[in-house]
Structure formats: structure tokens, C-alpha cells
């Protein structure tokens, strides 16, 4: 039995120097995933209406048929999932928003990754990650993962264990 080649953009449409091009017109390295929907994915960079667009005017018959995707770095959830748990309830009821994943992804979905983060939420990032790698005694975490470990911690208790007063640092 032979093996088959992985599907590349190019069995998509999409040229490898088109890929290229694509790739520097948007900042970011982009894949392409194979399936019944071909996908384009890349981590943080663009929104993924910026990429649909410059797809499009790339290679508009292609990527009419294509799916795009945009992952999130763990910093950047790490960093979404900070600024859910403090931000004021927008809910009527005065809940705040959860701080999920799919949260934390529809907070960043209009805005290009990474973003600016003040010198407290750094502090923050770096302590909420390094516990739940702890955690998990591993390199990589998912979403979820972060997620679920701010909300066993809090942000208190974060900010406690850095030094960081109530005040300190934007």
C-alpha cells in the first residue's frame, strides 16, 4: 500500500508563491488543513476578516470554497481570559461574561493578535500560565485549561502572588 502525499494549498488552488504572497500581505504563517472543507489556519495575527479578504483578492476562486480559522496563542487566552473575569457585567442581571474559551474567542474576534497588554496584565499572562503548566506538568495547555485554572485562582490571588497591589501597574 502506498502512502499518499498530504494535501497542500497548491491541491486547493493556492500556488506556493501565492501562499507566500499571502502570507506577507497578512503577517502571519498560514497552513492549510485538508478535509471535506479546505481550511486556512494561522495563530494571532489578523482578524480572520482580514485574511478572508486578502484570500479572496489573492485567489478569488479558491478561497470562495475555503474555511478560515483563526487559533489563539496561549498568551493571547491567557490575556482575553484577564481582561473577561475583570471587566464590569454587561449582562442585565449584572453577571459578569464568562471566561471560557469560546468567551475569550469572541473577544478577540475583531481585533488583530497579539494585543497590547499593560505592564500589570504582563505580570499577570506570565503568572497564570506558568501555575497552569504547573498544573498540568506540561509544555502546552488548552484553552480550556487556562480558563479553568483563572477561575479556580482568581485574579487576586494572581496578583497577590506577583506583588502586584490592588493599583500597581495600569
Excluded at 442585565?92 to 471560557?100: A, F, K, M, Y
Aim: net charge negative; proline share 9%; hydrophobic share 45%.
Amino acid at each position: 500500500m502506498t502512502e499518499r502525499p498530504a494535501e497542500g494549498p497548491a491541491e486547493h488552488g493556492l500556488a506556493a508563491d501565492a501562499l507566500a504572497a499571502l502570507e506577507e500581505r497578512c503577517g502571519t504563517t498560514l497552513a492549510m488543513e485538508a478535509g471535506k472543507v479546505p481550511t486556512l489556519v494561522w495563530t494571532d495575527g489578523p482578524t480572520v476578516a482580514q485574511v478572508e479578504e486578502a484570500a479572496r483578492a489573492a485567489a478569488p476562486l479558491p478561497a470562495a470554497r475555503w474555511a478560515f480559522r483563526r487559533e489563539l496563542s496561549e498568551r493571547s487566552v491567557a490575556l482575553g481570559a484577564l481582561r473577561l473575569a475583570v471587566a464590569p457585567g454587561p449582562l442585565h442581571c449584572g453577571l459578569p461574561v464568562p471566561v471560557n474559551p469560546d468567551s475569550v474567542a469572541a473577544l478577540w474576534r475583531d481585533t488583530p493578535l497579539p494585543a497590547l497588554a499593560t505592564p500589570r496584565e504582563e505580570r499577570l499572562v506570565y503568572a497564570l500560565l506558568y501555575e497552569v503548566h504547573d498544573d498540568h506538568r506540561a509544555n502546552r495547555v488548552t484553552p480550556r485549561q487556562i480558563c479553568d485554572g483563572l477561575m479556580v485562582r482568581g485574579v487576586a490571588a494572581l496578583a497577590r502572588r506577583m506583588g502586584l497591589e490592588a493599583g500597581d501597574g495600569g
